[in-house]
């Protein structure tokens, strides 16, 4: 079992910028890959952007290239998201994910979501 816990969510103008953090638990946090994903209503969850395990190899959406930035910190199981030049269209929940490989199946762990409101 993995429990993720995100916070940092909140109300921010256009233009603003938010870090949100997310908390995983266990002890091989630092093995796996974490994501950052969010839901606007109405749409499908989207991936924003992940980063691995090794080197720290990050990916984007191409809506966030150049304004989000994630990173981690696998001492203190921590991965966060630096949101820059927020726009309303970012306005989303903002979720937490990682996948676990038991026996050949993959498990997905998610948090339960930070609100992000872009709007002036």
């Known amino acids: 079992q993995v429990q993720l816990v995100e916070s940092g969510g909140g109300l921010v103008q256009p233009g603003g910028s938010l870090r949100l953090s997310c908390a995983a638990s266990?002890?091989?946090?630092?093995?796996?890959?974490m994501s950052w994903y969010r839901q606007a209503p109405g749409k499908e969850r989207e991936l924003v952007a992940d980063i691995a395990s090794a080197r720290s190899l990050t990916n984007y959406a191409d809506s966030v290239k150049g304004r989000f930035t994630i990173s981690r910190n696998n001492a203190k199981n921590m991965v966060y998201l630096q949101m820059n030049s927020l726009k309303p269209e970012d306005t989303a929940v903002y979720y937490c994910?990682?996948?676990?490989?038991?026996?050949?199946?993959?498990?997905?762990?998610w948090g339960q979501g930070t609100q992000v409101t872009v709007s002036s």
């Open positions: 266990g002890s091989t946090f630092w093995m796996y890959t």
């Open positions: 994910k990682t996948t676990r490989v038991v026996a050949g199946t993959n498990y997905d762990y």
